[in-house]
C-alpha cells in the first residue's frame, strides 16, 4: 500500500477551497450582475477583492450588507415598476426583509472570531480555546451555506422578476 506525502493532501485541500471559494464569489458577483446598475450599492467585480488575505476576512462584511441592500433596491424598484406590483406578495414581504444580511452577517463574524481564536492558539497553544474553536467554524460553515443558498435563490427570484 502506497502512502502520500501529507504535502500532496495539504495541495489538494487547498486547490478544494480555491474552487469552492471561487464558485461562491461567483454566486455573489452574479447576484449583483442580477441587479439593474443602479440600484446597486457596489459593483460586482469588487466582490473579488475578498481574496485579499486579512483585508478579505474585514471586506466580507461590506459585501454581504451591500449585497442586501443592492437585492432590496431591486425588489421595491420592480415592485414600484409594476402596474399592480408584484404578482406575488409572498416574495417581495420575503426579499424586503433581506434575506441574506442577517446569515451572512453571522458567518462573517463566525469566521473572523474562529480566524482570531485559532491564531490565539498559536500563541498560547495550552488554552482552552482549542474546544471552541471547531464550534464556531463549524457553525459558521453552517450560516455560509445557508447564506449561499439563499444568495442564489434571491439571484433567481430577481431574474425571474427582471423577465
Same mark, same amino acid.
Given at each position: 500500500?502506497?502512502?502520500?506525502?501529507? $504535502?500532496?493532501?495539504?495541495?489538494?485541500?487547498?486547490?478544494?477551497? @480555491? &474552487?469552492?471559494?471561487?464558485?461562491? #464569489?461567483? /454566486? *455573489?458577483?452574479?447576484?449583483?450582475?442580477?441587479?439593474?446598475?443602479?440600484?446597486?450599492?457596489?459593483?460586482?467585480?469588487?466582490?473579488?477583492?475578498?481574496?485579499?488575505?486579512?483585508?478579505?476576512?474585514?471586506?466580507?462584511?461590506?459585501?454581504?450588507?451591500?449585497?442586501?441592500?443592492?437585492?432590496?433596491?431591486?425588489?421595491?424598484?420592480?415592485? $414600484?415598476?409594476?402596474?399592480?406590483?408584484?404578482?406575488?406578495?409572498? @416574495? &417581495?414581504?420575503?426579499?424586503?426583509? #433581506?434575506? /441574506? *444580511?442577517?446569515?451572512?452577517?453571522?458567518?462573517?463574524?463566525?469566521?473572523?472570531?474562529?480566524?482570531?481564536?485559532?491564531?490565539?492558539?498559536?500563541?498560547?497553544?495550552?488554552?482552552?480555546?482549542?474546544?471552541?474553536?471547531?464550534?464556531?467554524?463549524?457553525?459558521?460553515?453552517?450560516?455560509?451555506?445557508?447564506?449561499?443558498?439563499?444568495?442564489?435563490?434571491?439571484?433567481?427570484?430577481?431574474?425571474?422578476?427582471?423577465?
Amino acid at each position: 500500500m502506497r502512502t502520500y506525502d501529507s $504535502g500532496y493532501l495539504q495541495i489538494i485541500l487547498l486547490l478544494v477551497f @480555491v &474552487v469552492i471559494a471561487v464558485l461562491f #464569489l461567483l /454566486t *455573489q458577483q452574479n447576484t449583483l450582475k442580477a441587479v439593474k446598475p443602479e440600484n446597486r450599492l457596489m459593483q460586482p467585480g469588487l466582490v473579488w477583492l475578498q481574496l485579499i488575505p486579512l483585508f478579505g476576512q474585514i471586506w466580507q462584511f461590506w459585501v454581504v450588507i451591500r449585497i442586501a441592500g443592492s437585492i432590496r433596491k431591486e425588489i421595491e424598484f420592480q415592485e $414600484g415598476d409594476s402596474i399592480l406590483g408584484s404578482s406575488d406578495p409572498r @416574495v &417581495v414581504e420575503r426579499l424586503s426583509k #433581506l434575506p /441574506t *444580511q442577517a446569515v451572512g452577517i453571522v458567518y462573517c463574524i463566525s469566521s473572523t472570531i474562529g480566524l482570531g481564536m485559532n491564531w490565539f492558539l498559536t500563541v498560547t497553544p495550552d488554552s482552552s480555546l482549542s474546544l471552541i474553536i471547531p464550534v464556531i467554524f463549524l457553525g459558521g460553515i453552517v450560516c455560509w451555506i445557508i447564506y449561499w443558498v439563499r444568495l442564489a435563490k434571491s439571484r433567481k427570484i430577481l431574474v425571474r422578476g427582471a423577465a
